[in-house]
């Protein structure tokens, strides 16, 4: 390894060493700012800080800053002349998108903006990763799988949808992790087992060396400071939770992914570690877009007599639902993926079915169970799917693409 890669697993250790030593001495100073909330999954009604997901990206663009002159320092004074300015611009970039995504996101925490202000939000802070990208590589071209070759050649040249796409990988990964989530270490599990899926495609490409392998080291430096100070995070928002990571962590993790993939060239790939926030968000959509009623928390419903969480439940007239949802409720029913209740209420004409999230669709499948153990089986969830990413990737990547 070189030095510079030996340097940053140092930082990345002092990364996770200092956030585990910060986020205990800062949660008074959160919960005077009125920075706090009750976990409703609880009986003690305690106040937990929240939006703490904030000191995990401050350690973090620390930790890069003090990288960055490890990085490129010897290349500066060696070769003054041939210095690989787009490089360093893509760190910088980098940098600046998740710095403006902590602060929009802590913002959001702050304010509780509403959710067409969130969807906006991811989507201008990734303009200046946007232009370095069409400044130092401006490739928009796709390649067409095997089968459809005869007919529509080799590649496609996609021209400025294809910035539209990564845009909308933007505002999905940033908005994905945040939409699911509810219950103690599920949004910093699945950023943790995501980032070491990445980290550990990245460390593959290198050994391989098949492709350029700068894309794959910038995606490492990149990740290893991250998983240092989300590992620390996850510590103290592990069941029972002492921290709430807020808003602020999932925008800066999803940023942080996005510009990664988007960067690093391996933005396709990258979604394929996603599968489970893709089938939470295919199953989100009717209540996402108020086909069906959405209530402002879709997480579960905590259960004092048993200590354990049941499906969370939305009740609306079914004569109010207009063909979208009614066409959701019945294809999602007839599929066993949801449960429906008729003619509740007192007059007998209200439906309740559980809210469209994966966690509630986990206790509907698995039946009320413990926090912890929901969280669990999500994270299982996404470890699997992160080993089906991989025989995607490469084994049947080789039926459709040369590779």
């Known amino acids: 390894m070189t030095t510079d890669l030996w340097c940053l697993i140092l930082l990345s250790i002092g990364a996770y060493l200092i956030t585990s030593r910060i986020i205990p001495r800062f949660r008074d100073v959160f919960i005077r700012a009125n920075l706090f909330g009750i976990d409703l999954c609880k009986s003690t009604g305690a106040e937990v800080p929240e939006a703490v997901g904030v000191l995990c990206g401050c350690v973090f663009l620390v930790c890069m800053f003090l990288f960055i002159p490890a990085r490129f320092g010897q290349e500066f004074i060696r070769q003054k002349e041939s ?192 599968i489970p926030q893709v089938i939470n968000f295919v199953y989100s959509v009717p209540q996402i877009f108020h086909f069906v009623p959405c209530p402002r928390h879709r997480l579960p419903r905590y259960n004092k007599l048993t200590n354990n969480i049941e499906m969370s439940t939305v009740r609306f007239k079914q004569k109010d639902l207009k063909f979208l949802g009614r066409a959701s409720i019945g294809i999602l029913e007839s599929m066993g993926l949801l449960s429906v209740q008729r003619n509740v209420g007192e007059n007998r004409e209200y439906t309740e079915c559980n809210n469209f999230t994966l966690v509630n669709l986990i206790l509907k499948l698995f039946g009320p169970m413990h926090e912890r153990s929901t969280t669990i089986i999500i994270l299982l969830i996404q470890i699997l799917c992160s080993c089906a990413a991989f025989a995607i990737r490469y084994p049947l990547a080789r039926l459709f693409y040369d590779v």
């Open 83 to 274: 210095f690989p300015h787009h490089e360093l611009v893509e760190y910088i970039t980098a940098l600046l998108g998740v710095t403006c995504i902590l602060l929009l996101g802590f913002a959001d925490d702050v304010l509780d903006v509403p959710w067409r202000v969130k969807l906006l939000l991811p989507a201008i802070a990734a303009l200046p990763m946007l232009l370095v990208y069409y400044a130092t590589f401006d490739i928009t071209f796709v390649v067409v799988p095997k089968p459809l070759r005869p007919f529509v050649g080799q590649s496609i040249d996609l021209g400025w949808l294809y910035y539209m796409y990564m845009m909308m990988v933007v505002v999905f990964s940033t908005n994905a992790i945040n939409i699911l989530a509810g219950i103690n270490g599920l949004e910093c599990g699945q950023t943790v087992v995501i980032a070491l899926s990445v980290l550990s495609y990245n460390c593959f490409e290198i050994y391989m060396g098949e492709v350029p392998s700068h894309a794959h080291y910038f995606s490492v430096h990149l990740l290893l400071p991250f998983i240092g100070t989300s590992a620390a995070l996850l510590r103290y928002n592990w069941y029972p939770a002492q921290v709430f990571v807020g808003d602020t962590y999932c925008y800066f993790s999803g940023m942080l992914f996005a510009t990664i993939g988007i960067l690093g060239h391996f933005s396709k790939t990258l979604l394929l570690f996603f």
